[in-house]
């Protein structure tokens, strides 16, 4: 028999971590600094003793504590005070735990971006009235802190400290701060070990997010010093966060049925819609604005704020209202963050709306992308990236990055070849970091994929990225040595673009060369009568040397679809794809549609005769199906070494990315031959005279592999490259 002894002891009163309203007489009592003397971007943190009246002190409408500090200069800056529970952070048992050690005191935070003597005065404001006082003064030194970050002033495109100093940055996405497994603090060490810098916080209801209590305008306590911690340990290991503060799963479906704006939840919502233009909506997100900035705005390690994860998620939300209120708060958030840490958003919608990149207070523009199809990423990413570069003049981040959105990528790219074609390819392509991979616990930290960030960390390492302006560099086509080698004969593959909407383009025109004219790219599904408004059917005028095939790849189809094909004029095909259970290689019930969506993932082909043809492809069915690839047999010459070259240059350095186009991550998991390209040479133009250091740099792990002399006259300067099995770069540096 088991014996047991219980003993009882007599429960604190109030607990830790309650929060009770106060009726006290306006008064600002004793400040206590955390220190004399503070570094300079260090964190200088005042402790208030104050009394006041108020219900909620996290509502600055019922109270509010403000601080004004005047630098050496004179300069004054205005930085808004707050209310924290203090927490005890634990792990045990492989679990994190925060455990509230008091019932709360107000506090101000700020970092002093002069060096010197520095002046504080308080002030406090209830229902009663106002009050100033609690002076006091602190000393500002030289510390190791390169300062916050902000746009270069060198080129527009590129991030850079205040003390001058580029930032790339280099992450991938851990979104949500895991307080079982692998913690948020062990994830971070390893991100810092690998020679990543970044990543990306969701402040949303199962990360990081603080407004997440049973009543709207009170914030998460422990959650809120689980930030504290992370930020704490990004100055110690040199990261920088994007604090993104929602996210569309909170605002639909489930998501929506447990968010506090819901009014069936007690919040004043009606739908998601109302949260951008309801009165009280609005006024409870600024409260949160404020108390965002008031806690973490000190803290240079916060990159930049987002105000979302993809806002096409919100449901039911037109950009109509969404535009007016990204204005209204990105004003807001300029107006109220005393340290003027960047700000922006985003879209899952690949480039995303321009009208929201165009506004003044958003100051980078983001891409998120996956692809969901077979094709070489690296041209994709550059394709998004150069989009962003030519229309906008502010930095742009490649927020999200993927080759499946919705299906598992560890056994589809065990390598990372994705991941690594993304990132050179980025870099290259005037990104401000590289693409951030999504997929951190199922494939990055479970395959050991962390040699792809140190690779880029180490070729970036001492580029001046952030420090020059940055510019295309001109090439000729690249040519073969050989110069009688045989052309070959390959077939044509067009890898539809994964886009939502009725396409721009219709016709489409097989160049000899098998790519695109106008680089053009249809898109990837085929509305059938659930979006008449979208369909727009493809059809691709194509030259074939000798009898072939037209092929298509159906991956997934929606509700049922009907294939039909034209050769000419000609109906050379119907096929129906059935929906159901049971059906095709796997079938899923979509209940918010109430629909059956159908994997088919096989080829459709017709015979062609040789010769020039239109071939028209439409559905017809119900819904969509989804094309992952179209391919014509013996439709492609490759007579130049069939290679991407991505090339930058600033005055005085010039690099090239040269990627052979069959090392995709397909390709490299079997699906189709990586052939080495035979000796090719390039000429690069627009260089100064004189003579150059050539690096040629092997970009699995980031190694310098080797070095040469070469000659640059009359601007040009030819390359020869001696066989390209994947991918190469390279540094043209001139010798002085």
């Known amino acids: 028999e088991a014996e047991y002894t219980v003993s009882f002891a007599g429960m604190p009163e109030p607990l830790p971590g309650e929060v009770a309203p106060s009726r006290q007489a306006l008064a600002i009592g004793r400040v206590e600094p955390s220190a004399r003397q503070v570094a300079q971007y260090g964190r200088l943190e005042l402790a208030v003793d104050l009394r006041a009246t108020y219900d909620n002190p996290y509502n600055p409408d019922d109270v509010r504590l403000d601080a004004v ?26 679990n994190e735990i925060m455990t509230a050690e008091d019932n709360g005191t107000w506090k101000v935070r700020f970092a002093p971006r002069e060096t010197g003597p520095h002046r504080w005065k308080l002030k406090l404001k209830d229902r009663t009235g106002e009050v100033e006082g609690g002076v006091g003064r602190f000393q500002a030194v030289a510390g190791a802190s390169p300062s916050f970050i902000g746009k270069s002033a060198a080129d527009p495109h590129y991030l850079a400290f205040d003390n001058g100093q580029g930032y790339f940055a280099i992450g991938h996405n851990l979104p949500i701060y895991h307080t079982t497994g692998q913690l948020g603090v062990e994830a971070m060490r390893k991100f810092a070990a690998a020679g990543e810098n970044f990543n990306r916080w969701w402040m949303s209801s199962r990360g990081l997010g603080i ?10 306590q422990d959650v809120a010093a689980r930030i504290d911690t ?47 233009t309801n009165q009280e909506a609005r006024r409870l997100y600024r409260n949160r604005l404020r108390y965002t900035v008031a806690r973490w705005g000190y803290s240079p390690h916060v990159l930049c704020w987002e105000f979302g994860n993809e806002f096409e998620g919100w449901a039911d939300s037109p950009n109509e209202i969404k535009l007016p209120w990204h204005k209204e708060m990105a004003d807001c958030l300029r ?10 958003t985003s879209f899952w919608g690949h480039t995303g709306p321009e009208e929201f990149w165009s506004l003044e207070n958003i100051d980078i523009v983001q891409t998120h992308c996956y692809t969901n199809n077979d094709g070489n990423v690296a041209e994709p990413v550059r394709r998004f990236c150069l989009h962003q570069w030519e229309r906008f003049q502010k930095p742009h981040i490649f927020g999200e990055f993927g080759i499946r959105s919705h299906t598992t990528t560890a056994d589809k790219d065990p390598q990372g070849w994705a991941i690594h ?47 020059a302006r940055w510019q295309p560099l001109a090439t000729a086509a690249p040519e073969f040595v050989d110069k009688d080698r045989t052309p070959e004969i390959r077939d044509a593959v067009v890898v539809p673009i994964n886009r939502w909407g009725k396409p721009e383009q219709d016709e489409f025109t097989i160049l000899p060369d098998g790519t695109v004219a ?32 037209f ?83 013996g439709c492609r010459i490759v007579d130049r070494p069939d290679v991407l ?46 003579k150059h250091r050539l690096e040629w740099w092997e970009t699995w792990k980031g190694r310098l592999e080797r070095a040469e002399e070469i000659e640059v006259r009359q601007g040009q300067c030819t390359l020869v490259v001696p066989g390209l099995a994947t991918d190469v770069a390279l540094k043209i540096k001139p010798i002085r």
């Open 69 to 94: 500090f005047t630098a050496p200069s004179g300069k004054q800056l205005a930085v808004p005070g707050f209310f924290l529970v203090k927490h005890r952070r634990e792990v045990r048992d492989g």
């Open 645 to 690: 070259v991505c090339g930058m240059k600033t005055g005085e350095l010039a690099m090239l990315w040269l990627q052979n186009r069959s090392s995709s991550w397909y390709n490299h998991a079997g699906g189709g031959p990586v052939g080495r390209l035979d000796p090719f040479e390039l000429t690069a133009k627009g260089l100064g005279d004189g």
């Open 421 to 467: 074609n993304s990132l050179w390819a980025g870099l290259f392509s005037f990104s401000a970091g590289g693409p951030m991979p999504w997929w951190h616990e199922q494939y990055i930290d479970k395959l050991d994929l962390y040699f792809h960030f140190t690779a880029l960390a180490n070729f970036t390492r001492e580029l001046p990225l952030g420090t």
């Open 230 to 276: 992370v930020l704490d340990l990004a100055e110690e290991l040199g990261l920088y966060y994007m604090m993104c503060m929602d996210t569309h799963q909170d605002f639909r479906e489930g998501g929506w049925q447990k968010n506090p704006f819901n009014a069936a939840n007690g919040g004043p919502c009606a739908s998601p819609a109302d949260w951008f």
């Open 335 to 344: 107006r109220i963050d005393p340290f003027g840490h960047l700000i922006t």
């Open 551 to 633: 092929v298509v790849h159906v991956d997934k189809v929606s509700h049922s679809g009907l294939l039909r094909i034209w050769i000419d004029g000609d109906l050379a095909l119907q096929r129906e794809l059935p929906c159901a259970e049971g059906l095709g290689k796997a079938s899923v019930w979509r209940a918010q549609w109430r629909l059956w969506e159908t994997t088919y993932d096989e080829d459709i082909a017709i015979g062609v005769p040789a010769g020039e043809h239109r071939i028209r492809i439409e559905n017809s069915g119900k819904d969509w199906v989804a094309v992952n690839k179209y391919t014509f047999t």
């Open 518 to 549: 106008d680089g053009r790219a249809p898109q990837r599904l085929l509305h059938g009568a659930g979006h008449r408004d979208l369909k727009n059917p493809s059809t691709f005028v194509v030259n074939y040397p000798r009898q072939g095939r």
């Open 211 to 220: 407004e997440w209590m049973d009543k709207l305008g009170w914030y998460r």
